[in-house]
């Protein structure tokens, strides 16, 4: 038989089992009667100075391993260029993307590499057009570079994106002194309807392996802790 100081005790523990119920099916039922607040993260993001330094550096390797393009202007073909550097204005670009995942990334980078171009191309200025219009279409369709094929699609147009506008500049140009086709003619092939969709589809494959390949390496360095 128990004593009374011994059930004593044992009615307390109950009473205070009791209490823990009560209060946690309380707890609960507010929990379910409270609003849920989601938080959205932010699509637009303040830039630090080592983000703006990173794409510098990503800047520099694209325009070092695009050196050939210098010899590429003399080429008469149309599309050289765009040919000449596909591989190299996607593989270092999405690296770029892929660490710094914020909108205008891309618009950065193409103000510091036309800052070079303007001197080689002039037309190629309009890289800072092409990377807007790419930036538009990934805000529009991933709400930024969050995923990591949103970064692989801005860059796959990133490039062929300047062929319609060189077509454009080309005939806008030089259409005040009435040269607009021989200015188009002078690259061969640059008349052809057929030949400007062909190496408009051979630089979107060019331009997509190379954002491919920069997109396995930055994951690869992100792994290794390189690329945080």
Request: some cysteine; proline content about 4%.
């Amino acid at each position: 038989m128990l004593n009374e100081k011994q059930s004593d005790m044992i009615e307390d523990k109950e009473k205070e089992v009791l209490e823990l119920i009560s209060n946690y099916n309380e707890e609960q039922l507010k929990s379910q009667d409270e609003p849920k607040i989601i938080k959205e993260e932010k699509i637009f993001k303040k830039y630090t100075i080592k983000d703006i330094v990173f794409l510098a550096i990503i800047t520099a390797c694209t325009l070092v391993t695009g050196a050939v393009m210098p010899l590429l202007v003399n080429v008469p073909l149309f599309g050289i260029i765009q040919l000449g550097l596909g591989i190299q204005f996607s593989l270092f670009p999405v690296i770029g993307l892929m660490k710094v995942k914020k909108p205008f990334s891309l618009l950065l980078q193409s103000i510091f590499i036309s800052i070079f171009l303007v001197f080689m191309f002039p037309p190629m200025v309009l890289i800072i057009l092409c990377a807007l219009v790419v930036e538009a279409l990934t805000l529009l369709i991933f709400r930024g570079y969050k995923n990591d094929w949103a970064c692989v699609f801005a860059t796959t147009l990133y490039m062929p994106m300047t062929i319609p506008l060189l077509l454009m500049y080309y005939n806008m140009f030089y259409s005040f002194n009435g040269n607009e086709k021989a200015a188009v003619s002078m690259f061969i092939g640059g008349g052809n309807v057929g030949v400007i969709l062909g190496i408009t589809m051979g630089v979107i494959a060019l331009c997509f392996l190379g954002s491919f390949i920069g997109m396995i390496i930055a994951r690869e360095l992100k792994k290794a802790g390189k690329l945080k």
